[in-house]
């Protein structure tokens, strides 16, 4: 069974930073799509970081303005998303997703949904 199990997430003040984790099992990396979304109360799904096979590149939502990076360990199964200079705004729930069949770049993640998921963690940023 594939299962995704994030961590890392916190009460952080506006400027902090978090650096998130998704260990994953039940499949490899290699042909994959994968990446984290957050969804803040109320609010759409917001994509925030995806890789795809299809194309080897990592996209970024234009509003993290290179304060985030998402990066992979595939001898540790376990796929990260470090945060700096956070802002109130991106307080929610933040989820890493994954499918093992992409059908299109890592842009296209940014607004669609994958196969699997993991159940979240927590991420609140006060000013």
């Known amino acids: 069974d594939v299962q995704l199990v994030e961590s890392g997430g916190g009460t952080v003040q506006a400027g902090g930073s978090l650096r998130l984790s998704c260990a994953v099992s039940g499949f490899t990396f290699d042909g994959s799509a994968i990446g984290w979304y957050r969804q803040a109360p109320g609010k759409e799904r917001e994509g925030v970081a995806y890789f795809s096979s299809r194309d080897s590149t990592t996209y970024y939502a234009v509003s993290l303005k290179d304060r985030f990076t998402m990066s992979r360990d595939t001898a540790k199964n376990t796929l990260y998303l470090q945060m700096?200079?956070?802002v109130p705004e991106e307080t929610g729930v933040?989820?890493?997703?994954?499918?093992?069949?992409p059908v299109g770049s890592g842009s296209y993640y940014l607004y669609y949904n994958m196969e699997?998921?993991?159940k979240g963690?927590?991420?609140t940023v006060y000013s």
Request: charged share 10%.
């Open 84 to 86: 700096n200079s956070l």
């Open 116 to 118: 699997y998921w993991g």
């Open 121 to 123: 963690t927590q991420v």
């Open 94 to 101: 933040y989820y890493c997703d994954e499918t093992a069949n």
